[in-house]
């Protein structure tokens, strides 16, 4: 471990801006999701991607979020303008095992996004 | 709907034995799983149940009632490092298999 690495640990943004979080490096994973976990709340599902594509996602994925996979290998998570309310700790996870969605995940270290 | 319940916080002495409850009623349904989670680290795994009884790991053990919508994680022979929050997280099937997480419960081991 840890199979899920993210960049950067820490960001600090101003309301309105873009920021892009970052999974690195993700090889053999097929699923990748995002969760995020606002201070002191539970961990909530944003997104799923398979294959390239998104496989489900959240009400709270709304149009200000978008994920890519540029490269083959790095997975982002790309927020347009940035509102108070998206600070919160960001977590990538993948399967445990390589491609294979069960038995557990592997979350990131994650990033902590504090909009002011 | 999706609903998971279990304790906010919890408090036990070191050396003893604390059970963490978890229920659930979820619309999909391939598993469950605990996490071990510290302030300002990510969740970390612990255990999963899909069938029902019970795992052992070491000093942590995980049952999983699916008929009763009811799993607990069991934790013997208690450190003072296993003072964390405890996430029970449900892993809903279908295409996308995502997880749908409790609130955690946060333990406090004191000496």
């Known amino acids: 471990e840890p199979e899920v690495t993210q960049t950067p640990s820490h960001q600090v943004t101003q309301m309105g801006q873009e920021v892009i979080l970052r999974c690195v490096p993700i090889s053999n994973h097929l699923y990748f999701y995002w969760y995020r976990q606002i201070l002191g709340q539970k961990v909530e599902f944003l997104v799923s991607f398979y294959n390239n594509e998104i496989s489900e996602k959240s009400e709270i994925f709304d149009d200000q979020f978008s994920v890519e996979r540029p490269d083959g290998s790095n997975f982002t998570l790309k927020i347009r303008s940035t509102k108070l309310e998206d600070s919160a700790m960001y977590f990538c996870?993948?399967?445990?095992?390589?491609?294979?969605?069960?038995?557990?995940?592997?979350f990131g270290s994650g990033t902590r996004l504090t909009v002011v | 709907g999706q609903n998971i319940d279990q304790p906010t916080e919890m408090t036990a002495t070191e050396g003893a034995i604390v059970q963490i409850n978890c229920t659930y009623q979820?619309?999909?349904?391939?598993?469950l799983f605990w996490y071990q989670q510290h302030a300002g680290e990510a969740p970390t795994f612990l255990s999963y149940n899909v069938l029902d009884g019970l795992e052992e790991k070491g000093r942590f053990s995980s049952f999983l009632s699916r008929s009763k919508g009811y799993s607990y994680l069991l934790l013997k022979e208690l450190q003072r490092k296993d003072s964390a929050s405890y996430l029970c997280a449900v892993s809903t099937g279908g295409a996308t298999n995502k997880l749908i997480f409790g609130t955690g419960t946060l333990l406090a081991v004191q000496p």
């Open positions: 996870a993948a399967p445990r095992g390589t491609g294979d969605p069960t038995p557990g995940y592997t």
């Open positions: 979820t619309s999909g349904f391939n598993g």
